[in-house]
């Protein structure tokens, strides 16, 4: 844009000289001459402006590199060297093990076995639904119902699955009419023809599943859904979980060693007969 000015002036001073009488055959000697000055006038006047102009773009280009290069620093969050791993939950003794066993939600298994296993679970996870279909049924098979082990479940509700604290009041609930883990199966089997993912359910959808459960007295049951009164019990078995290691669901205790997540029964069965060998 500045150079388009320069050359607009010096076209617009050569007319005015030759307006003012300096014209024709006298004039046409320097035509040529005047010419090759202004040529020249010009060219170096676009050379110095187009320098100038990259220099000053250069400028402002290494500018917002800085800029940039320091924003990125910025968020970067430096490792301290003596930065150390955080330490594993230490194995809970017997002791620990038999005092989590007894504010269990549920519990089934020979009361003398072996091997003890405390699952920390959440009635909405889709994980946990994927180890009920899956380890937790051979789990029963083969340790449960032969006395080698005996299992808890402890209620480990997650706030984003605000299904979850419901249906563990209301599996509680049949308990109180000793029908706990057809209400656990019930719970589950309910969300399985709705697909692997979370599923959304309402308190009647829990009401419906737990209340075809054989031999349930369902206005007692109903009733006691509609009270939720296991609210104080649920929230301590959260806070148990996460006092001892589970951060997230399913997570697993077998005899005070930590195991999480929805593992296939291969790693249950590899804790498992060590605990029964040892």
Not at 53 to 78: D, I, R
Not at 178 to 197: C, I, L, M, R, T
Not at 210 to 220: E, M, P, S
Request: aromatic share 8%; with cysteine.
């Amino acid at each position: 844009c500045k150079t388009n000015k320069v050359v607009f002036l010096v076209e617009e001073h050569v007319h005015a000289h030759y307006a003012h009488g300096n014209g024709g055959e006298s004039g046409d000697r320097y035509i040529l001459p005047v010419a090759v000055i202004l040529a020249a006038v010009i060219l170096s006047v676009t050379i110095f402006m187009t320098a100038s102009g990259v220099n000053t773009q250069l400028t402002e280009l290494n500018s917002a590199v800085a800029k940039l290069n320091s924003v990125q620093v910025g968020k970067a969050t430096p490792v301290p060297q003596d930065a150390k791993p955080e330490p594993t939950p230490s194995k809970l003794g017997p002791n620990e093990m038999q005092n989590l066993f007894s504010k269990a939600a549920g519990t089934k298994g020979d009361a003398g076995a072996k091997v003890t296993i405390l699952e920390f679970s959440d009635y909405q996870c889709p994980f946990c639904r994927r180890h009920y279909n899956t380890a937790y049924k051979q789990i029963d098979e083969q340790y449960v119902k032969t006395g080698k082990a005996k299992i808890a479940w402890l209620d480990f509700p997650l706030n984003f699955h605000p299904a979850a604290i419901p249906a563990a009041n209301a599996v509680r609930c049949a308990g109180e009419q000793g029908k706990y883990w057809e209400a656990h199966d019930a719970v589950f089997d309910g969300q399985n023809p709705k697909g692997q993912n979370t599923v959304e359910f309402s308190v009647d959808d829990i009401k419906g599943w737990i209340g075809a459960v054989a031999g349930i007295d369902k206005a007692k049951l109903n009733a006691c859904i509609d009270s939720s009164k296991y609210g104080a019990q649920i929230q301590e078995n959260f806070n148990l979980g996460a006092a001892n290691g589970i951060q997230g669901t399913p997570g697993f205790i077998i005899n005070g060693e930590l195991l999480s997540g929805a593992q296939p029964f291969e790693a249950f069965k590899q804790v498992i007969d060590k605990e029964l060998a040892a």
